[in-house]
Every structure is written in structure tokens, then in C-alpha cells.
């Protein structure tokens, strides 16, 4: 695959559903400050359409975000997969070039930009909810920090992945006490937990609707709160990195200004960062 010399480079995210992603916004932001006539849009692509997808990509194509229920199915797609993403074993960032097809994950990097927008740095404890992808993300980001963890699952016996670097224990078991909870529960899902009288820092990945129950009732004790939105959008920077200059550890030029415009797309409203 080639992207060529010239033309208006295409990007987009992929994944089913898409139609509520807020990643047009955030990227288009990031390109217009950048300079870049850049186009991005949502693409529609179920479980097992990725490569079909790719194959008919022109080479005016830069680069692809991707979300349930392609993460796992980027790295059979893939000519070559970073560190990060082959000790996930999910991609969310696929940068296409001459070079192939190279598969990254930013989500670390989203937990890790969210939870430092609230001031988090190393931390003791902390405590992951759910059982899903981006549970695997939040517990790679707990090990980052330094953090002893908990995972609470639904079904711990499902959860041997997340088993090997953290205790799993039924959800109602889990401790919410600790210095840091990065709840992965999807919206709507019965979330039997009991808010600390004293809590730390919760990040609740959930964006749409906002805000959750765990989170009403955690900043009404005192608690610190970042949600879906704040780590979307630290994902989101490491990926435009990832398609600008082929490496989302590669700094953009001028990048707070970046991040601000991404933000300010993000609606501030809806970026809960204290």
C-alpha cells in the first residue's frame, strides 16, 4: 500500500456502532491547527470487515482509528505491531504508509492523560471495573503508575488476562477505596458498588450519557471525577501524533495548542476535569 506524494490525505475511525463518536471533532481540531487539509470521517465496520475495508483503501489514506469490535482484529491486519499493542493484543491506531500497515494502541496513553488531568501521578492502589478491553488498558496503566490493583468483573473466571498482574474479584467485592477507580462499565449496566465516605480519584469511561450515577454520587462525597471524554481525548492525541509523524511517542509541534483545540471541540461542558 502507498499513500503517495500528493493529494488530501483520508483518515477515519472504524468500528459498529459508530455513529456517536466524537473523534471527527477532536481530530479535524487537531489538523486545522496543525495546518493539515486533513479529512476524517466515521466508517461503519462490523466484526470481520477490516481487512475486506482496507484492501479497497486508495492511497490517498493515511491512517485509521478503531473501536469495538476491531481491536483485536487490527493486529491480523497488521505488517507490523508496536510493543504496547502486542503486550494488549488490541490495536486501536492503524497508521497506513509505503511501509505497510503499522498497528499502535493509545489507550494507555488515555487512561494515563485522564487520570493526570486530575493531578494523578504514581499512586499507591487502584482499583479496575470490568472485564473488557479497555479494562485491559486500565490495568496496563495501573502498572505504569505503580499501583497495586484490584480488577471487579462480573464473571472472574472470564477475566484471566487481567488476572495476571492484578487480584480479580466479583464487582461487588471490589475495593473502592483506592487512590485511583477507572470504571469500564458501559452505560446503563447495573454497577452494585458502595462509594466511599472519603473516595480518591474515579475515572468513568462512560461520555454519553453524562453524567453516571457512580459519578454523581462520587463527586457529592468529595471525590474527584474524569470521564470518557478526558481519556478520548489523550487517546486521540497520541493517535494524530501516530498519523502525523508515524509514532504517537513523537510530540506534535506546538502541541498545547493542539490539545486545547481538541478540547475546546470536545465541548468543555462535557469534560469533567475536576
Do not use: C
Not at 84 to 105: I, K, M, P, W, Y
Not at 220 to 248: I, K, S, T, Y
Amino acid at each position: 500500500m502507498t499513500t503517495g506524494a500528493g493529494g488530501r490525505r483520508r483518515l477515519a475511525v472504524l468500528g459498529s456502532p459508530i455513529a456517536h463518536s466524537r473523534s471527527p471533532q477532536l481530530h479535524t481540531a487537531a489538523y486545522r491547527v496543525l495546518g493539515l487539509d486533513w479529512e476524517y470521517e466515521r466508517i461503519e465496520v462490523r466484526e470481520g470487515g477490516l481487512a475486506d475495508l482496507i484492501g479497497g483503501l486508495g492511497p490517498q489514506w493515511r491512517g485509521l482509528s478503531l473501536t469495538m469490535p476491531l481491536k483485536r482484529e487490527a493486529l491480523r491486519v497488521a505488517d507490523a505491531v508496536d510493543a504496547r499493542a502486542a503486550e494488549l493484543a488490541q490495536a486501536n491506531t492503524l497508521v497506513l504508509s509505503d511501509a505497510g500497515v503499522r498497528a499502535f494502541s493509545t489507550d494507555v496513553d488515555g487512561v494515563l492523560g485522564a487520570l493526570a488531568s486530575l493531578g494523578v501521578g504514581p499512586v499507591r492502589s487502584a482499583t479496575v471495573l470490568g472485564g473488557g478491553a479497555t479494562a485491559e488498558s486500565a490495568v496496563a496503566a495501573r502498572r505504569t503508575l505503580g499501583a497495586e490493583g484490584t480488577v471487579g468483573v462480573r464473571t472472574p473466571a472470564r477475566a484471566a488476562r487481567l488476572g495476571a498482574s492484578a487480584r480479580v474479584l466479583p464487582l461487588a467485592e471490589a475495593p473502592m477505596d483506592a487512590a485511583v477507580v477507572v470504571s469500564t462499565v458501559p452505560a446503563g449496566a447495573e454497577l452494585p458498588v458502595r462509594v466511599p465516605d472519603r473516595p480518591g480519584v474515579l475515572l468513568d469511561v462512560v461520555y454519553d450519557p453524562w453524567p453516571t450515577p457512580l459519578a454523581t454520587a462520587w463527586r457529592a462525597r468529595g471525590g474527584r471525577v474524569a470521564n470518557g471524554l478526558e481519556m478520548l481525548l489523550h487517546q486521540a492525541l497520541g493517535q494524530v501524533r501516530a498519523f502525523v509523524g508515524g509514532d504517537p511517542g513523537i510530540p506534535l509541534p506546538d502541541e498545547d495548542a493542539v490539545l486545547r483545540a481538541m478540547r475546546d471541540a470536545a465541548g468543555w461542558g462535557a469534560v469533567e476535569g475536576s
